[in-house]
Structure formats: structure tokens, C-alpha cells
């Protein structure tokens, strides 16, 4: 098995101790960062996959997200170096009424890996706040709002349409969270939506690109 394989197979079961030290010797076997680290975001997505799958739970997601953040902070900087691309800022937060945050920050610590600059407002964001982050930073080519519970769902709305209606340009907004269908997403006039980390992720890049 290749370092880049045992990499993967740690981050998928979650052995967060392990990775950082694996992944250094990929990168001695002379294998680049960006490669060990699309090894690291297929890990998340099989387990993204599982769990969609109700095969795995959620603390079988953390631990492999720990374990991913584990090794990304080994590959921090030699990425920055590759990353010519950047994809530009992602604001992410929570909507208002809401304190859920494990989804929130898989997908932020995966949109990291990817190649955007993340600023997470955290959990019960108020649609100005969102706003307000668009402002303060550069660059901001994504805004994602997270959602767990369906009584938070109008705040979404709300959110998504302040973002829209603020006079900003530039970025584009995506909604997730358990009870979020696509039809709600295109209903409130979100720009894409995701059932998962994962897929966020691809999602993302996506929307950004177009």
C-alpha cells in the first residue's frame, strides 16, 4: 500500500494521531500535496457517503474530519505555494434560531482544503451579519448557509434573500442542512444547494467557476 493509500484509509476511520505523520512521509515519498490532499477529500467523501447512507454516524464524521484537519495542517503550507487558483472567500455561518454547527464545520473545514479562504461567522447568524462579513473581506466569491432544524428554514429564506436584495455582487450563495431539498433551495432563490460535506464541496467549486 503507497503512503497516499494509508493516508486515506486513516482519515477514513478517523485515526487523527496517525495521519499527520503519514502524510509527512508521503510528502518525503516525493508525492505532491495536492495529490495527498484530493487522497484526504475522497476520504470525507466515502465517508460522507456512508453516513448518507445511515452506515456511518456522526462521530465517525468528526473523527474523520479531525483526522483530515490533522493532516491539511501538515500540507498548509506547501499548498499555499501550489494554490494558484485560489477560489476566492467563502462566508459561512449558520442561519439565526439556529446552534447547530457539525455540518457547518465539516463543510467549511472541506471548502478550506479545497482552496477557499473560509470565514466562519458561527451558529444564529443574523441575515445582516452575513452582509456585514461580504463587506469586510475581500474577494468573497461564496456565501453558505447552514440550517438543521425546519423551524429555522424561514430564517434561511430570509437570509438568502437579504443577501440577494443587498446590492453586493459577485458571489453566490448555497444552502444545506438536513431538512433543505433542492426545491427549497430554488424556491428562496439560493444559487445551488448540497445534501452533504461532500458534495458541498463540489457544489462550491461549481457555482464559483460558472
Not at 468528526?62 to 472567500?89: F, H, Q, R
Not at 454547527?101 to 451558529?123: C, H, P, R, T
Request: overall charge negative; charged content about 20%; glycine content about 10%.
Amino acid at each position: 500500500m503507497s503512503k497516499i493509500q494509508e493516508v486515506k484509509a486513516m482519515v477514513e476511520v478517523g485515526k487523527a494521531k496517525l495521519v499527520p505523520g503519514l502524510v509527512q512521509e508521503a510528502l518525503n515519498e516525493g508525492n505532491a500535496a495536492g495529490d495527498i490532499l484530493q487522497a484526504m477529500i475522497d476520504s470525507m467523501e466515502v465517508v460522507g457517503d456512508k453516513f448518507s447512507k445511515g452506515e456511518a454516524y456522526v462521530p465517525e464524521m468528526l473523527m474523520a474530519a479531525k483526522a483530515m484537519s490533522k493532516g491539511v495542517d501538515v500540507l498548509k503550507p506547501l499548498l499555499a505555494v501550489e494554490s494558484t487558483s485560489s477560489l476566492g472567500t467563502c462566508v459561512i455561518g449558520t442561519v439565526q434560531g439556529d446552534l447547530h454547527d457539525i455540518g457547518k464545520n465539516l463543510v467549511a473545514m472541506m471548502l478550506e482544503s479545497a482552496g477557499f479562504s473560509v470565514v466562519d461567522l458561527g451558529v444564529d447568524v443574523a441575515a445582516d451579519k452575513f452582509v456585514e462579513a461580504i463587506k469586510e473581506n475581500q474577494n468573497v466569491t461564496l456565501v453558505a448557509c447552514s440550517g438543521l432544524l425546519t423551524t429555522t428554514m424561514p430564517a434561511m429564506k430570509e437570509t438568502v434573500q437579504t443577501l440577494k436584495g443587498s446590492g453586493l455582487t459577485g458571489f453566490k450563495v448555497i444552502v444545506g442542512g438536513a431538512p433543505v431539498t433542492q426545491e427549497m433551495a430554488d424556491s428562496i432563490g439560493a444559487d445551488g444547494f448540497a445534501p452533504d460535506a461532500g458534495m458541498a464541496v463540489v457544489k462550491a467549486k461549481e457555482l464559483v467557476k460558472a
